[in-house]
């Protein structure tokens, strides 16, 4: 038996079976490459689900986390530390607020910013409605159908997928559902009862789905219009991931509360829930809190992402690898492939028949680590580092994996 069959029969005897059984048990990494137990080597064409933006085992990130493990690994919430505060700084900074009030509050997960972003959101809008009743609390939250902001009761519970939802209610936040990109039925549904918005700018899990042109902008209005607060999930799509530093800024807008997390440590946990105009001192002593979140480990190593994408301009390589790699894909035309959505280095091929696991293994039979994120599309959300030559040995081998695939 291959190492990796043996770690993942071990993996099957003592883990729960919440994943099932993952087909690989890998060893290590560097750069965009990774090697399973076995010493065989994969192109890593999925980044530990849109995580690893530096790729594997890159020098800044060692770096800062030899650095900073070194010198102080952890100090809780009930101290200040340099990093932490650089790192708010930093992303302040990035989302240009030029000091108008935003702050953040650092979490270790995805789904820990946006239970965060669910709780500011109800204290927000109870401190604006001070003195008069707790209405506030039970207003209603609209989400979409197909979107994905995490497996906690609170994120579970404004997440449009009914199989992983259904079986773990009764929630205790009210929700409207619309379909993705509707506007129309979005402005039935943002009336002035409504607490929030809370959206992702592309639906990720959702497989890779970018709204219509000018659908955010549209949902911003209609929050302003309503009263309501627009809560944008950039967990996925922020960090560089579509070739800008967040998604909504090439909508050209601005939530009023964002959260963040995969990219943003590179690979340590961490995650973010930025909070911007009112919503940005909402929070009051003792609201919210958590022993790990902002720890200094997790902090100086998204320091040294976003000083190494910004240092080598790791947007650009996004934005031309990305569609280096997106216009590679459409030239196969096979008959599997019926297109490609996305933008930057996120992107799904999308195939004429529910295939994409059959893509998948015949994929990692030829060295590449991809992900079938819906029955019919294969997600590619690689490190940003990738390169040209990286990107071209996959749309190389691609069609005889569509043609493997197909049979
Ligand atoms: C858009 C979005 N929100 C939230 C989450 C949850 O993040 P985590 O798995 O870190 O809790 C994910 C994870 O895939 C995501 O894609």
């Not at 994905?148 to 009914?162: D, Q, V, Y």
């Not at 918005?197 to 902008?217: D, H, I, S, W």
């Not at 280096?324 to 490609?340: C, D, F, N, R, S």
Request: proline share 6%; aromatic share 6%.
């Amino acid at each position: 038996m291959s190492e990796s069959d043996a770690l993942r029969e071990r993996f099957e005897a003592v883990m729960m079976p919440n994943y099932g059984t993952p087909p690989l048990a890998l060893a290590r990494g560097e750069g965009c490459r990774v090697w399973d137990a076995d010493g065989n080597q994969y192109l890593d064409l999925i980044a530990g689900i849109a995580v690893s933006a530096l790729g594997h085992a890159h020098p800044a990130i060692v770096d800062a986390v030899t650095d900073q493990v070194g010198k102080l690994a952890h100090t809780s919430n009930l101290f200040v530390h340099e990093p932490g505060v650089r790192l708010a700084e930093r992303l302040l900074g990035l989302l240009n607020t030029d000091g108008g009030g935003a702050r953040v509050f650092f979490c270790n997960s995805g789904a820990e910013a946006n239970e965060a972003a669910i709780k500011l959101v109800r204290r927000t809008l109870k401190t604006e409605i001070v003195g008069r009743s707790v209405r506030g609390t039970d207003r209603p939250f609209v989400a979409a159908i197909g979107s994905f902001h995490g497996r906690t009761m609170g994120s579970l519970s404004i997440t449009g997928k009914e199989p992983i939802r259904t079986p773990f209610g009764p929630f205790g936040v009210n929700v409207r559902w619309i379909p993705y990109g509707d506007e129309a039925v979005l402005a039935r549904a943002v009336d002035e009862d409504v607490a929030a918005v809370f959206l992702e700018p592309t639906l990720g899990e959702g497989g890779v789905v970018p709204p219509p042109e000018g659908y955010l902008r549209a949902v911003r209005q209609a929050c302003d219009e309503a009263g309501a607060l627009l809560v944008l999930d950039e967990i996925q799509s922020g960090i560089g991931r579509t070739g800008a530093w967040f998604a909504h800024q090439e909508a050209g807008i601005t939530p009023d509360v964002l959260t963040l997390a995969k990219g943003l440590g590179g690979g340590l946990p961490i995650g973010a829930c930025v909070g911007f105009g009112a919503a940005g001192t909402a929070l009051g002593k003792g609201d919210h809190g958590s022993t790990f979140g902002g720890n200094p480990i997790a902090c100086a190593a998204a320091l040294a992402v976003l000083d190494t994408i910004e240092q080598q301009d790791i947007l650009a390589n996004v934005k031309a690898v990305g569609a280096a790699l997106a216009a590679g894909i459409e030239a196969t035309g096979h008959p599997l492939l019926k297109g490609v959505r996305g933008s930057g280095l996120w992107l799904a091929a999308v195939l004429t028949a529910d295939r994409s696991a059959a893509v998948c293994a015949a994929a990692q039979a030829r060295g590449f680590l991809v992900n079938p994120v819906q029955p019919d599309a294969v997600r590619l959300a690689p490190p940003l580092i990738l390169s040209q030559a990286e990107a071209g040995e996959f749309t190389a081998a691609l069609p005889e994996i569509l043609t493997e695939a197909q049979a």
